[in-house]
């Protein structure tokens, strides 16, 4: 059951410790509440002691008419992808990685999300990358993937609460807690953390901002992405006033882009620039 409220919901620790109580998701002035079966009774409390917040509606769907489909093992890049309830027998080679959306949106079969782990396998597969900055890491696939390359040091942040609880999950699912640290944090505060690789798939609002600070020209490499079209071009734009060299543009799908970029002062002569996707004066061949 999903509780859907306009505003910022507060819960007390009795609703929150209850078993049906599955998570809280806020976002932009919004809220949702998910519990494992109907609960008139938590529900009737949760209005009245939020008296501020409107209460919108009440969806009784599958865990799958929330995600949109079944989560099953898959392959992108280097990585074997799967949840828990579903070990593959045979790996095939591939980096296995073990990853439980929980109620967080993000099963790892968004576009982005697979150009962004391509992209963390060629990096790691160049050049050392001992420490990465995921900054919002929603269930922390692409934090896991730069653990599974080898990564000795990696940072996940998220604004939202819920997402770090997930992605803390998915971090002892896979024994890395020694590799990663999961954190709540707004974006923009996290910027000036050192790193070797930053990667950030993340609203385009939060990665004006990140492109703002003066740290963010710093980092030897950046994975940007979750663009549409026009805000691509317009990140192509920041990463060229910044003297950044695109070494890399992606769009398979035409909709969703993505960037591999560093500093200019920083690209080898011998670096190849490539772009697999469009983007109207700005994409760089």
Same mark, same amino acid.
């Given at each position: 059951?999903?509780?859907?409220?306009?505003?910022?919901?507060?819960?007390?620790?009795?609703?929150?410790?209850?078993?049906?109580?599955?998570?809280?998701?806020?976002?932009?002035?919004?809220?949702?509440?998910?519990?494992?079966?109907?609960?008139?009774?938590?529900?009737?409390?949760?209005?009245?002691? @939020?008296?501020?917040?409107?209460?919108?509606?009440?969806?009784?769907?599958?865990?799958?008419?929330?995600?949109?489909?079944?989560?099953?093992?898959?392959?992108?890049?280097?990585?074997?992808?799967?949840?828990?309830?579903?070990?593959?027998?045979?790996?095939?080679?591939?980096?296995?990685?073990?990853?439980?959306?929980?109620?967080?949106?993000?099963?790892?079969?968004?576009?982005?999300?697979?150009?962004?782990?391509?992209?963390?396998?060629?990096?790691?597969?160049?050049?050392?990358?001992?420490?990465?900055?995921?900054?919002?890491?929603?269930?922390?696939?692409?934090?896991?993937?730069?653990?599974?390359?080898?990564?000795?040091?990696?940072?996940?942040?998220?604004? @939202?609460?819920?997402?770090?609880?997930?992605?803390?999950? @998915?971090? /002892?699912?896979?024994?890395?807690?020694?590799?990663?640290? /999961?954190?709540?944090?707004?974006?923009?505060?996290?910027?000036?953390?050192?790193?070797?690789?930053?990667? /950030? @798939?993340?609203?385009?609002?939060?990665?004006?901002?990140?492109?703002?600070?003066?740290?963010?020209?710093?980092?030897?490499?950046?994975?940007?992405?979750?663009?549409?079209?026009?805000? /691509?071009?317009?990140?192509?734009?920041?990463?060229?006033?910044?003297?950044?060299?695109?070494?890399?543009?992606?769009?398979?799908?035409?909709?969703?882009?993505?960037?591999?970029?560093?500093?200019?002062?920083?690209?080898?002569?011998?670096?190849?620039?490539?772009?697999?996707?469009?983007?109207?004066?700005?994409?760089?061949?």
């Amino acid at each position: 059951m999903i509780h859907y409220f306009e505003g910022m919901l507060s819960l007390d620790t009795d609703i929150s410790s209850d078993p049906r109580f599955l998570g809280l998701w806020q976002e932009q002035g919004t809220s949702f509440v998910f519990f494992s079966q109907p609960v008139p009774d938590l529900a009737d409390r949760i209005k009245t002691d @939020n008296p501020g917040v409107e209460f919108k509606d009440v969806y009784d769907m599958t865990w799958e008419q929330w995600h949109g489909d079944a989560v099953h093992p898959y392959d992108v890049a280097d990585f074997c992808i799967f949840p828990p309830w579903e070990v593959p027998e045979h790996i095939h080679g591939k980096r296995p990685v073990m990853m439980d959306p929980g109620v967080v949106f993000g099963t790892g079969l968004h576009p982005t999300t697979h150009d962004c782990l391509d992209l963390i396998c060629r990096v790691c597969a160049c050049e050392p990358v001992h420490t990465v900055l995921d900054i919002g890491t929603g269930t922390g696939l692409l934090a896991l993937g730069a653990a599974a390359m080898g990564c000795d040091r990696v940072l996940a942040c998220d604004f @939202n609460l819920l997402a770090v609880k997930t992605t803390k999950k @998915n971090i /002892a699912l896979n024994h890395w807690d020694d590799r990663i640290l /999961a954190f709540q944090a707004r974006g923009e505060t996290t910027v000036d953390l050192p790193c070797d690789l930053l990667v /950030a @798939n993340i609203h385009y609002d939060i990665m004006r901002q990140l492109l703002d600070s003066p740290e963010f020209v710093k980092k030897p490499r950046v994975i940007l992405s979750g663009l549409l079209r026009s805000e /691509a071009r317009d990140v192509a734009a920041a990463l060229e006033k910044k003297q950044m060299t695109i070494l890399e543009h992606r769009s398979p799908d035409g909709i969703w882009h993505t960037f591999l970029a560093r500093p200019r002062a920083d690209r080898p002569k011998h670096a190849p620039v490539r772009s697999t996707g469009s983007i109207s004066g700005t994409a760089k061949e």
